[in-house]
Each structure stands twice: as C-alpha cells, then as structure tokens.
C-alpha cells in the first residue's frame, strides 16, 4: 500500500475513533451518577433519562415529532410519486431546468431559504403551530421524493402499462394493480428517507416552531441553549434518546434504499 493510501486511512481512522469517542462519552454521561476527573463515572443509574422525559416533556415532544413526520410523509408522497412518474415518461421544454429545481432545496443548506420561508409563514399566521412546521418541512421533503421515485419509475418498462391498457385496463386499475406494486419498494424507501430527514430537521423546523409544535431536534437544541440550570446527565440522556431513534431510522433506511443511487441521480440532474 502507497504512504498516500496509509495517510487516508490514518485520517479517516482518527475521524471515526474521535467520533466514537464523542459519542461514547454522551452515552456514558446520561448514565453516570457523578463523574470528575476520572475515566468513568462513579456510578451509574437510570434516573436521568426518567427526569429528562419530565423536564422537557418529552412525551408530547415525541407525539409532535411522530405527527410532523407522517404528515410529511403522507403529503409528500401524494405529492412526489405522482410528479416523479410525470417526469420519469414525459419529455418536455424545461424537465432539466425544472428537475434543477427540485435539487435545489436539497443541495442549498436550509437556512438560506428557511429564513425567507419563516417569515412569510409568519406573515401568514402560520409559523409556531404545527401547520407552519409541516409547510416548511415538506419544501425540502417533496424534492426529495420525487428524485428517489424517478429512478424506481424508469426502471419500469412503458410497454407492461401499453399492454394493460391495451388489454382493457383504465388509468385507475394500471396504477393500482400493476404499477403500485412494482413501485412499492421505492415508495417505502422514499418515506422512510423522508422520516429520516424531517425527524433530523432542525433549521426550518426551529425557525417556525412554537410552544405546542417543538419537534426531538429543536427541544434538543432548548435543552442545551435556554435559560436556567439543569444537569449535564439530563441534557446528555435526551441526546442520547435523539441520536439512538436516529441510528435506528438511519438502518431501516439503509435497508430499502442504495445511497449511491440518490447521489447519480443528483449528479445527472446537474450536469
């Protein structure tokens, strides 16, 4: 191996023990009773995850997160696939300028549109409740459906929806007996993808949350910065909870969808 190749894997080795490391010592903490100057705590106990399910309320925190995200989902599904399959057998003045479109909300970080966005929810009454968080969150959500259902589209063959038709077989029936199926692996992986990313998204569901319309992520992000003196354990056991439903969303996804296939589609679309 190359002194070149032996540097990378040192760098990429040191990036993920640091990693590891970080996120180890969160996890110990939530668990620790005391811990000063040494490599563990003094003890360890359960109770810190028990006060900060109290604290911060994580019971409707949790019940917001879940309506958010599969309101999301729903939408943007209803919204996407059909769009995707428009897109996917139609050729048209402008499909590329309009498919650039669509990648720009998830290439673009979201706070330079968030902010915009934010306020003309606010504008229209619709920031802080759960309306405003579910608007803001499907801008990005929408996109990014209908580039994971594209693929999954074109890999379908035009001629099995000629034959059906020429069979007999309305619009209705081709859709829901024949191409329904074949889309139902794509179909999951995009929803799943997009709970992914609205339970991990913190701009734009900070910028237009209120009081009754906090998700995991942004009652995180008040446990760390309000006002007020809580104990370290606490804050790390609701990072804890944070970072484990995201391991677990983020291995589900990986088990319906291939990564690589959003980043060629994103690829194509740009060039």
């Known amino acids: 191996m ?7 894997w040192a760098v990429v080795a040191f990036f993920f023990v640091n990693l590891i490391a ?10 620790g009773q005391r811990w000063f100057g040494t490599w563990l705590p003094e003890g360890f106990t359960t109770h810190w995850y028990g006060d900060a399910w109290r604290e911060f309320g994580l019971s409707k925190v949790l019940l917001v997160t879940a309506v958010v995200a599969l309101v999301v989902i729903a939408v943007s599904l209803l919204i996407g696939v059909p769009a995707a399959y428009a897109l996917a057998r139609r050729s048209f003045p402008g499909k590329k300028a309009l498919m650039l479109l669509f990648v720009l909300p998830i290439l673009v970080p979201p706070i330079t549109y968030g902010i915009p966005l934010a306020t003309v929810l606010y504008k229209f009454q619709l920031a802080g409740s759960l309306t405003g968080v579910i608007l803001a969150n499907l801008v ?3 996109p990014f459906v209908i580039l994971t259902m594209t693929p999954f589209i074109e890999q379908i063959d035009p001629k099995i929806e000629a034959a059906a038709r020429m069979s007999g077989a309305r619009t209705t029936a081709v859709f829901t007996r024949i191409l329904a199926p074949l ?9 799943i993808l997009v709970l992914v990313r609205t339970v991990g998204m913190f701009e734009l569901t900070f910028l237009t949350a209120g009081p009754d319309s906090t998700t995991l992520v ?3 992000y008040n446990s760390v910065f309000a006002a007020g003196i809580r104990a370290n354990q606490s804050v790390d056991a609701m990072a804890t909870i944070y970072t484990a439903s995201m391991l677990v969303l983020l291995l589900i996804a990986l088990r319906f969808v291939n990564p690589t296939q959003l980043v060629t589609r994103v690829q194509e679309d740009t060039t």
Do not use: K, Q, T, Y
Request: hydrophobic share 60%; glycine share 10%; net charge neutral.
């Open 2 to 8: 190359s002194p070149g190749r032996w540097i990378i």
């Open 22 to 31: 970080l996120v180890a010592s969160v996890v110990v903490d939530s668990f």
């Open 140 to 142: 990005p959500s929408v």
């Open 183 to 191: 889309l139902l692996p794509g179909i999951l992986a995009a929803g």
């Open 218 to 220: 942004v009652a995180l």
